[in-house]
């Protein structure tokens, strides 16, 4: 059974920076994608970040904000999130994929957390 548990999230002001964490039960190696997700209050979740065997991919709204990283030694996942914005409020969820390339859409993805908020105030 494959757990991601997110933590980290809180109030910021705008501009501000946060880091949050994904702990996998399961060596973090083995995911062929692993990414981070949100969904804002009355929006589709949309993507953040994904990492995957090779390298990483941003999606519009966070680069040149945000810095994907793990830690293999400890399964961790961490989104490195700077100059936060109002509209970066939402729920963030980690997920990962056992196997396959494609790690672009979040439908690819087999488990998720529970997710972590973050409320970003003006």
């Known amino acids: 059974q494959v757990q991601l548990v997110e933590s980290g999230g809180g109030s910021v002001q705008a501009g501000g920076s946060l880091r949050l964490s994904c702990a996998a039960s399961k060596y973090i190696n083995i995911y062929s994608c692993m990414g981070w997700f949100r969904q804002a209050p009355g929006k589709e979740r949309e993507g953040v970040a994904v990492?995957?065997?090779?390298?990483?991919y941003y999606y519009d709204s966070v680069k040149g904000r945000f810095t994907i990283s793990r830690d293999s030694a400890q399964n961790m996942l961490y989104p490195q999130m700077y100059g936060l914005k109002p509209e970066d409020t939402a729920m963030y969820y980690c997920?990962?994929?056992?196997?396959?390339?494609?790690?672009?859409?979040?439908?690819?993805?087999?488990?998720w957390g529970q997710g972590t908020q973050v409320t970003v105030s003006s």
């Open positions: 990492l995957y065997t090779g390298g990483t």
């Open positions: 997920a990962a994929r056992l196997s396959g390339s494609f790690c672009y859409s979040q439908n690819a993805y087999n488990y």
